[in-house]
């Protein structure tokens, strides 16, 4: 049984959320509780909630989403998440490497500063959602904040 009616999580959400289709739930969840240091709420053979930082996501399993119309695509082995990356900013970057190195997680890059202000890390969960993890490193911390724009 539910931990809530599906209707109440849906009222709960945040504006923003992920919906990620993966082929096992418990695998997808403990990767994220492994390596990301989710929280996970809730885990069936259907469906995930997890909370990874400020992110609210849920897992589905593919047979979930049998009647939708890219549900042929998923099941003839179609690449999940190309193209996408989910960039979560407040999580050290190289505890994430640490941690996914121990757990045996896919580590696309290690933990390096970025020319675009932050130090991060790429994993790619077990079904091959990529997520960009890092915090804010010199210049990028000031004299503005990460969503001003420097004036002259």
Do not use: C
């Amino acid at each position: 049984m539910p931990w809530m009616p599906g209707f109440r999580y849906g009222a709960l959400l945040p504006p923003l959320a992920l919906n990620l289709i993966v082929r096992d739930t418990a695998r997808a969840a403990a990767f994220y509780r492994d390596v990301l240091d989710a929280e996970v709420h809730y885990q069936d053979i259907d469906f995930a909630a997890v909370r990874v930082g400020p992110a609210e996501v849920m897992l589905h399993a593919d047979h979930t989403h049998d009647d939708h119309p890219w549900s042929g695509d998923l099941n003839g082995g179609t690449s999940r998440g190309v193209g996408a990356q989910v960039r979560l900013l407040g999580v050290d970057p190289d505890v994430v490497e640490a941690r996914a190195r121990e757990h045996g997680a896919h580590l696309v890059a290690a933990a390096a500063d970025k020319g675009h202000g932050w130090r991060e890390t790429l994993v790619r969960d077990p079904d091959g959602y990529e997520w960009a993890v890092g915090v804010l490193i010199e210049p990028a911390k000031g004299p503005f904040g990460p969503h001003e724009v420097a004036t002259p």
